[in-house]
Protein backbone atom coordinates (compact mmCIF):
# COMPACT_ATOMS: atom_id res chain seq x y z
CA UNK A 1 0.00 0.00 0.00
CA UNK A 2 0.82 3.95 -0.68
CA UNK A 3 2.10 5.20 2.15
CA UNK A 4 2.62 8.88 3.35
CA UNK A 5 6.29 9.25 1.91
CA UNK A 6 5.25 7.83 -1.33
CA UNK A 7 2.50 10.26 -1.73
CA UNK A 8 4.51 13.54 -2.07
CA UNK A 9 6.30 13.96 -5.17
CA UNK A 10 10.23 13.22 -4.80
CA UNK A 11 11.09 16.68 -6.66
CA UNK A 12 9.22 18.45 -3.47
CA UNK A 13 12.19 17.15 -1.65
CA UNK A 14 14.63 18.65 -3.48
CA UNK A 15 13.23 22.37 -3.47
CA UNK A 16 14.82 25.28 -1.78
CA UNK A 17 12.78 27.18 1.16
CA UNK A 18 12.38 29.79 -0.93
CA UNK A 19 11.26 27.31 -4.08
CA UNK A 20 9.08 25.37 -1.88
CA UNK A 21 7.32 29.04 -0.39
CA UNK A 22 6.62 29.88 -3.99
CA UNK A 23 4.89 26.80 -5.40
CA UNK A 24 2.85 26.73 -1.94
CA UNK A 25 1.40 30.47 -2.76
CA UNK A 26 1.25 29.32 -6.23
CA UNK A 27 -0.88 26.33 -5.17
CA UNK A 28 -2.40 28.30 -2.98
CA UNK A 29 -3.84 30.98 -4.97
CA UNK A 30 -5.38 28.23 -7.09
CA UNK A 31 -6.87 26.26 -4.43
CA UNK A 32 -8.11 30.19 -2.67
CA UNK A 33 -9.95 30.77 -6.01
CA UNK A 34 -12.14 27.47 -6.08
CA UNK A 35 -12.68 27.76 -2.50
CA UNK A 36 -14.02 31.23 -2.91
CA UNK A 37 -16.38 29.88 -6.01
CA UNK A 38 -17.63 27.17 -3.70
CA UNK A 39 -18.44 30.06 -1.06
CA UNK A 40 -20.66 31.80 -3.35
CA UNK A 41 -22.79 28.83 -4.12
CA UNK A 42 -23.10 28.63 -0.08
CA UNK A 43 -24.95 31.60 -0.71
CA UNK A 44 -27.62 29.91 -2.10
CA UNK A 45 -28.59 29.05 1.53
CA UNK A 46 -30.23 25.21 1.19
CA UNK A 47 -31.93 23.36 3.75
CA UNK A 48 -33.37 20.69 2.16
CA UNK A 49 -33.22 17.65 -0.32
CA UNK A 50 -35.95 15.78 -0.97
CA UNK A 51 -35.73 12.10 -0.84
CA UNK A 52 -36.51 11.76 -4.76
CA UNK A 53 -33.04 13.32 -5.03
CA UNK A 54 -31.02 12.27 -2.73
CA UNK A 55 -32.00 8.57 -4.02
CA UNK A 56 -30.25 7.08 -1.41
CA UNK A 57 -31.86 3.69 -2.25
CA UNK A 58 -30.79 3.35 -5.83
CA UNK A 59 -27.32 4.79 -5.24
CA UNK A 60 -24.62 3.28 -7.17
CA UNK A 61 -20.88 2.34 -6.79
CA UNK A 62 -20.07 5.75 -8.12
CA UNK A 63 -19.54 9.08 -6.10
CA UNK A 64 -22.23 11.44 -5.70
CA UNK A 65 -22.75 14.38 -3.52
CA UNK A 66 -25.86 14.53 -1.29
CA UNK A 67 -25.30 17.61 0.86
CA UNK A 68 -22.05 19.92 -0.11
CA UNK A 69 -21.16 23.80 -0.43
CA UNK A 70 -20.73 23.04 -4.33
CA UNK A 71 -24.73 21.73 -4.42
CA UNK A 72 -25.52 25.40 -2.55
CA UNK A 73 -25.84 24.45 1.01
CA UNK A 74 -24.04 26.94 3.73
CA UNK A 75 -21.86 24.05 5.42
CA UNK A 76 -17.78 23.76 5.66
CA UNK A 77 -16.67 21.43 7.96
CA UNK A 78 -18.05 18.28 6.74
CA UNK A 79 -20.19 17.24 3.32
CA UNK A 80 -22.04 14.34 3.11
CA UNK A 81 -21.98 11.85 -0.61
CA UNK A 82 -23.02 8.69 -1.55
CA UNK A 83 -20.02 6.29 -3.07
CA UNK A 84 -18.81 2.53 -2.76
CA UNK A 85 -16.96 -0.25 -5.11
CA UNK A 86 -18.03 -1.94 -7.80
CA UNK A 87 -17.98 -5.96 -7.43
CA UNK A 88 -14.40 -7.01 -7.87
CA UNK A 89 -12.43 -3.58 -7.51
CA UNK A 90 -10.56 -1.94 -4.59
CA UNK A 91 -9.23 1.83 -3.70
CA UNK A 92 -6.54 3.27 -1.22
CA UNK A 93 -6.58 6.78 -0.17
CA UNK A 94 -6.33 9.23 2.60
CA UNK A 95 -8.06 12.49 3.65
CA UNK A 96 -9.66 13.67 7.10
CA UNK A 97 -12.45 12.05 9.20
CA UNK A 98 -15.07 10.23 7.70
CA UNK A 99 -17.53 7.83 8.89
CA UNK A 100 -19.31 5.24 6.89
CA UNK A 101 -22.76 3.73 6.85
CA UNK A 102 -23.05 0.62 4.19
CA UNK A 103 -26.21 0.74 2.57
CA UNK A 104 -26.00 -2.19 -0.03
CA UNK A 105 -23.54 -5.41 -0.62
CA UNK A 106 -20.54 -6.30 1.33
CA UNK A 107 -17.28 -6.06 1.38
CA UNK A 108 -14.24 -5.24 3.95
CA UNK A 109 -12.66 -2.04 4.80
CA UNK A 110 -8.51 -1.86 5.68
CA UNK A 111 -7.60 0.73 7.63
CA UNK A 112 -3.48 1.14 8.55
CA UNK A 113 -3.05 -2.49 9.01
CA UNK A 114 -6.54 -3.24 10.57
CA UNK A 115 -9.42 -5.27 8.14
CA UNK A 116 -13.10 -5.13 9.11
CA UNK A 117 -15.53 -7.01 7.09
CA UNK A 118 -18.59 -5.02 6.59
CA UNK A 119 -21.91 -5.41 6.00
CA UNK A 120 -25.71 -3.23 5.59
CA UNK A 121 -26.56 -1.60 8.57
CA UNK A 122 -22.59 -1.48 9.55
CA UNK A 123 -21.06 1.69 10.69
CA UNK A 124 -17.09 2.42 10.47
CA UNK A 125 -14.92 5.43 10.98
CA UNK A 126 -11.80 6.52 9.37
CA UNK A 127 -9.58 8.69 11.65
CA UNK A 128 -8.29 11.88 9.62
CA UNK A 129 -4.83 11.08 7.69
CA UNK A 130 -4.61 6.98 8.20
CA UNK A 131 -4.30 5.33 4.87
CA UNK A 132 -7.37 3.00 4.20
CA UNK A 133 -9.22 1.24 1.53
CA UNK A 134 -12.26 -0.46 0.88
CA UNK A 135 -12.82 -3.78 -1.09
CA UNK A 136 -14.95 -5.36 -2.64
CA UNK A 137 -14.09 -9.17 -3.58
CA UNK A 138 -17.47 -9.87 -4.29
CA UNK A 139 -19.88 -9.24 -7.59
CA UNK A 140 -22.59 -6.46 -6.52
CA UNK A 141 -21.28 -3.30 -5.73
CA UNK A 142 -20.98 -2.40 -1.92
CA UNK A 143 -22.18 1.24 -1.22
CA UNK A 144 -22.12 3.31 1.79
CA UNK A 145 -23.27 6.49 2.96
CA UNK A 146 -20.97 8.57 3.68
CA UNK A 147 -19.57 12.00 6.06
CA UNK A 148 -16.86 13.46 5.45
CA UNK A 149 -14.59 16.27 6.77
CA UNK A 150 -14.45 18.79 3.99
CA UNK A 151 -11.58 18.87 2.00
CA UNK A 152 -8.42 21.18 2.90
CA UNK A 153 -10.23 21.92 6.34
CA UNK A 154 -7.63 21.36 9.83
CA UNK A 155 -8.38 18.77 12.25
CA UNK A 156 -8.98 20.62 15.91
CA UNK A 157 -7.15 19.37 18.43
CA UNK A 158 -8.55 20.50 22.40
CA UNK A 159 -5.49 22.59 24.06
CA UNK A 160 -7.09 23.19 27.33
CA UNK A 161 -5.78 25.55 30.02
CA UNK A 162 -5.94 23.89 33.12
CA UNK A 163 -4.17 24.84 37.01
CA UNK A 164 -3.96 22.29 39.47
CA UNK A 165 -4.72 24.83 41.63
CA UNK A 166 -6.24 28.10 40.29
CA UNK A 167 -3.98 30.98 41.27
CA UNK A 168 -6.68 33.75 41.34
CA UNK A 169 -9.85 33.10 42.46
CA UNK A 170 -12.27 33.65 40.32
CA UNK A 171 -15.71 36.12 41.02
CA UNK A 172 -18.71 34.13 42.50
CA UNK A 173 -21.58 34.68 40.14
CA UNK A 174 -25.63 33.95 40.31
CA UNK A 175 -25.82 33.01 36.67
CA UNK A 176 -23.98 33.11 33.64
CA UNK A 177 -26.32 35.23 31.71
CA UNK A 178 -25.32 38.23 29.73
CA UNK A 179 -26.71 40.58 32.17
CA UNK A 180 -24.99 39.28 35.31
CA UNK A 181 -21.35 38.77 33.36
CA UNK A 182 -21.99 42.30 32.22
CA UNK A 183 -21.64 43.54 35.68
CA UNK A 184 -18.35 42.05 35.78
CA UNK A 185 -14.78 44.20 35.13
CA UNK A 186 -12.54 43.41 32.68
CA UNK A 187 -9.90 40.97 34.99
CA UNK A 188 -12.94 39.50 37.20
CA UNK A 189 -14.57 38.60 33.75
CA UNK A 190 -11.16 36.82 31.93
CA UNK A 191 -10.73 35.05 35.43
CA UNK A 192 -14.76 33.86 35.39
CA UNK A 193 -13.85 32.78 31.88
CA UNK A 194 -10.24 31.20 32.75
CA UNK A 195 -12.44 29.02 35.30
CA UNK A 196 -15.39 28.07 32.95
CA UNK A 197 -12.68 27.26 30.50
CA UNK A 198 -10.50 24.97 33.28
CA UNK A 199 -13.94 23.18 34.18
CA UNK A 200 -15.58 22.50 30.15
CA UNK A 201 -11.10 21.45 29.59
CA UNK A 202 -10.85 19.33 32.42
CA UNK A 203 -14.29 17.45 30.55
CA UNK A 204 -12.25 18.09 27.30
CA UNK A 205 -9.09 16.19 28.30
CA UNK A 206 -11.40 13.07 29.63
CA UNK A 207 -13.06 12.94 26.29
CA UNK A 208 -8.86 13.41 24.74
CA UNK A 209 -8.00 10.37 26.78
CA UNK A 210 -10.94 7.95 26.11
CA UNK A 211 -9.98 8.81 22.24
CA UNK A 212 -7.18 6.86 22.76
CA UNK A 213 -9.27 3.53 22.42
CA UNK A 214 -9.53 4.19 18.55
CA UNK A 215 -12.38 2.34 18.12
CA UNK A 216 -13.69 1.98 14.15
CA UNK A 217 -16.08 -0.31 13.78
CA UNK A 218 -19.85 -0.53 14.57
CA UNK A 219 -21.84 -3.79 13.88
CA UNK A 220 -25.24 -3.23 12.47
CA UNK A 221 -26.44 -5.28 15.87
CA UNK A 222 -24.85 -2.95 18.39
CA UNK A 223 -27.09 0.26 16.20
CA UNK A 224 -30.46 -1.22 15.88
CA UNK A 225 -31.94 2.17 14.11
CA UNK A 226 -35.41 0.76 13.78
CA UNK A 227 -35.71 0.01 18.18
CA UNK A 228 -34.02 2.41 19.99
CA UNK A 229 -36.57 4.28 22.17
CA UNK A 230 -36.87 8.17 22.37
CA UNK A 231 -34.29 10.12 22.66
CA UNK A 232 -30.41 10.75 20.92
CA UNK A 233 -28.91 7.55 20.61
CA UNK A 234 -24.68 8.47 20.27
CA UNK A 235 -22.97 5.97 17.85
CA UNK A 236 -19.73 7.61 16.63
CA UNK A 237 -18.09 10.15 18.83
CA UNK A 238 -15.24 10.48 20.90
CA UNK A 239 -16.53 10.12 24.17
CA UNK A 240 -17.45 6.31 22.67
CA UNK A 241 -13.76 6.25 22.21
CA UNK A 242 -13.42 6.84 18.35
CA UNK A 243 -10.36 8.98 17.54
CA UNK A 244 -12.64 11.87 15.97
CA UNK A 245 -12.30 15.30 15.85
CA UNK A 246 -14.73 17.08 12.71
CA UNK A 247 -18.18 15.53 14.21
CA UNK A 248 -19.73 13.07 15.67
CA UNK A 249 -22.87 10.88 14.26
CA UNK A 250 -25.97 10.10 16.66
CA UNK A 251 -29.50 8.79 15.92
CA UNK A 252 -32.57 10.85 17.23
CA UNK A 253 -36.52 9.44 17.87
CA UNK A 254 -38.17 12.33 18.30
CA UNK A 255 -41.52 11.05 19.59
CA UNK A 256 -44.84 11.70 17.73
CA UNK A 257 -46.94 14.37 18.63
CA UNK A 258 -44.00 16.56 19.63
CA UNK A 259 -45.68 20.13 19.13
CA UNK A 260 -42.85 22.30 20.85
CA UNK A 261 -39.03 21.37 19.92
CA UNK A 262 -36.00 22.24 21.89
CA UNK A 263 -34.75 25.48 20.16
CA UNK A 264 -30.84 25.50 19.89
CA UNK A 265 -27.78 26.58 17.92
CA UNK A 266 -24.97 24.04 17.31
CA UNK A 267 -22.47 23.84 14.44
CA UNK A 268 -22.67 22.26 10.55
CA UNK A 269 -25.16 18.84 10.84
CA UNK A 270 -26.78 17.27 8.50
CA UNK A 271 -29.97 15.27 9.00
CA UNK A 272 -30.58 11.50 7.40
CA UNK A 273 -34.90 10.56 8.09
CA UNK A 274 -35.18 6.88 8.34
CA UNK A 275 -38.40 6.81 8.99
CA UNK A 276 -41.63 8.81 9.64
CA UNK A 277 -41.96 12.47 8.86
CA UNK A 278 -42.20 16.13 10.80
CA UNK A 279 -41.03 19.62 10.61
CA UNK A 280 -37.47 21.34 11.03
CA UNK A 281 -37.57 24.84 12.24
CA UNK A 282 -34.12 26.19 10.82
CA UNK A 283 -33.87 30.19 11.18
CA UNK A 284 -37.22 31.24 9.49
CA UNK A 285 -37.38 28.44 7.49
CA UNK A 286 -40.41 25.59 8.42
CA UNK A 287 -39.46 22.45 6.26
CA UNK A 288 -41.38 19.73 5.97
CA UNK A 289 -39.20 16.43 6.20
CA UNK A 290 -39.92 12.73 5.45
CA UNK A 291 -38.13 9.78 5.18
CA UNK A 292 -35.25 9.68 2.81
CA UNK A 293 -34.96 13.51 2.97
CA UNK A 294 -31.87 15.42 3.95
CA UNK A 295 -31.79 18.50 5.75
CA UNK A 296 -28.83 20.95 6.67
CA UNK A 297 -28.61 23.32 9.44
CA UNK A 298 -25.94 25.68 8.75
CA UNK A 299 -23.80 26.73 11.71
CA UNK A 300 -25.24 29.04 14.60
CA UNK A 301 -28.69 28.79 13.16
CA UNK A 302 -31.59 28.18 15.87
CA UNK A 303 -33.44 25.04 14.90
CA UNK A 304 -36.03 23.12 16.20
CA UNK A 305 -37.16 20.00 15.08
CA UNK A 306 -41.65 19.34 15.24
CA UNK A 307 -43.62 16.08 15.03
CA UNK A 308 -47.12 16.81 14.90
CA UNK A 309 -47.97 13.36 13.35
CA UNK A 310 -48.40 9.79 15.65
CA UNK A 311 -45.77 7.79 14.20
CA UNK A 312 -42.28 8.28 15.60
CA UNK A 313 -39.67 10.56 13.19
CA UNK A 314 -36.36 9.12 13.39
CA UNK A 315 -33.33 10.48 11.85
CA UNK A 316 -29.19 10.11 11.51
CA UNK A 317 -27.83 12.82 12.51
CA UNK A 318 -23.78 13.92 11.32
CA UNK A 319 -23.02 16.85 13.56
CA UNK A 320 -19.70 19.38 14.08
CA UNK A 321 -18.58 18.31 17.61
CA UNK A 322 -19.65 20.66 20.35
CA UNK A 323 -16.64 22.98 21.24
CA UNK A 324 -14.92 22.81 17.57
CA UNK A 325 -15.43 25.81 15.10
CA UNK A 326 -16.33 26.61 11.68
CA UNK A 327 -13.67 26.59 9.54
CA UNK A 328 -13.91 29.51 7.04
CA UNK A 329 -10.75 29.58 4.16
CA UNK A 330 -9.22 32.78 4.15
CA UNK A 331 -6.81 32.74 0.57
CA UNK A 332 -4.41 35.14 -0.30
CA UNK A 333 -5.00 36.49 -3.87
CA UNK A 334 -3.66 39.31 -5.70
CA UNK A 335 -5.92 42.02 -5.98
CA UNK A 336 -7.82 42.20 -9.48
Same mark, same amino acid.
Given at each position: ???????L??? !???L?P???? =?????K?????????????R???G????????????????????I?????? +???????? +????????????????? =???????????E?I????????????C???????H?? #??????????L???????T??Q????????????Q??E????????????????????? !?????????AA??I???R???????P? #???????W?????????? #?L??D?Y???? +????????????A?????? =?????????????????????????F?C?????????????????? +?L?WQ????????????????E
Amino acid at each position: MTTTAQALPEA !LDELTPEELY =ALYMEKQENFGRAALALDKRRRQGRVHVPAEEADVENAGPNQRIIVGPEKG +FNVHNLHV +FTSGRAGGSERYHTHGD =ALKHYVKGGGQELIEDIRFDVKVGDFCHVPANVWHGT #ENPNPEPLVFLAAQQFPGTYRQVPTPFVHLTAPHQAPEVSDLSDQELAKLEPWPLYLRY !LEEQMAFGRAAMEIQRRRGEKRLHVPA #EDAPLTEWGPGRHHIISP #ELGFDIYSFQL +FMENVPGKTETGAPQTSGD =AVRYYLAGEGVEVIGEQRVRVRAGDFACIPAGSRHETLNPHHEELR +FLCWQQIPGTYLQVHTPVLPAE
